[in-house]
T-cell receptor
Framework: AQSVSQHNHHVILSEAASLELGCNYS??????LFWYVQYPGQHLQLLLK??????LVKGIKGFEAEFIKSKFSFNLRKPSVQWSDTAEYFC??????????FGRGTSLIVHP | DTGVSQDPRHKITKRGQNVTFRCDPI?????LYWYRQTLGQGPEFLTY????????KSRLLSDRFSAERPKGSFSTLEIQRTEQGDSAMYLC????????????FGPGTRLTVL
């Protein structure tokens, strides 16, 4: 069965620090990958997505993610976080069913 | 507000009672999804509709759960004979069929079963 693993459940950073959140998926075929974000008190929203092509995907608010097929990974990165990046981040994968499987999420707290 | 809305936002019920939640998708979206999210976990797929047709159901959707989308617009999710294990956040999302990956989520209904 398809699964998504997020290894960092809680991350605490200071502003301007660099961020990398890990995501690994298990699915042998073609896979589409996503990162969603949920800011405090807000709805879950799409941050970025990968379907094909350039494995380095850029999303909103300076976030990017890199698809490494050999490692079954889709890590999220941001070179310099801001206090407003405090949120819950979810990685998700989909393999042709149009129904994403989500990871358990990573809670990011950024101290000003 | 033209986003996905859900009602109620919170529901507290006693074990054994029936509850019904409503989701109003973005008006032109023909796909509607229901997910369940428990504490410390990501959303888990329950079911989805394209227009009024329920196209897929997860094994998580036991026979106590039923979802409808009678006119292809709003949807309801009913849980009969609630159990404490049903306590969770129930999320609704909608999308256009041709942009299925662009799912827009609602705020969720938090259910607490006492």
């Amino acid at each position: 069965a398809q699964s998504v693993s997020q290894h960092n459940h809680h991350v605490i950073l200071s502003e301007a620090a660099s961020l990398e959140l890990g995501c690994n998926y298990s699915y042998g075929g073609t896979v589409n990958l996503f990162w969603y974000v949920q800011y405090p008190g807000q709805h879950l929203q799409l941050l970025l997505k990968y379907f094909s092509g350039d494995p380095l995907v850029k999303g909103i608010k300076g976030f990017e993610a890199e698809f490494i097929k050999s490692k079954f990974s889709f890590n999220l990165r941001k070179p310099s976080v801001q206090w407003s990046d405090t949120a819950e981040y979810f990685c998700a994968a989909e393999g042709g069913s149009y129904i994403p499987t989500f990871g358990r999420g990573t809670s990011l707290i950024v101290h000003p | 507000d033209t986003g996905v809305s859900q009602d109620p936002r919170h529901k507290i019920t006693k074990r054994g009672q029936n509850v019904t939640f409503r989701c109003d998708p973005i008006s032109e979206h023909n796909r509607l999804y229901w997910y369940r999210q428990t504490l410390g976990q990501g959303p888990e797929f329950l079911t989805y509709f394209q227009n009024e047709a329920q196209l897929e159901k997860s094994r998580l959707l036991s026979d106590r759960f039923s979802a409808e989308r009678p006119k292809g617009s709003f949807s309801t999710l009913e849980i009969q004979r609630t159990e404490q294990g049903d306590s969770a956040m129930y999320l609704c999302a909608s999308s256009l069929a041709q942009l299925v990956y662009e799912q827009f989520f609602g705020p969720g209904t938090r259910l607490t079963v006492l």
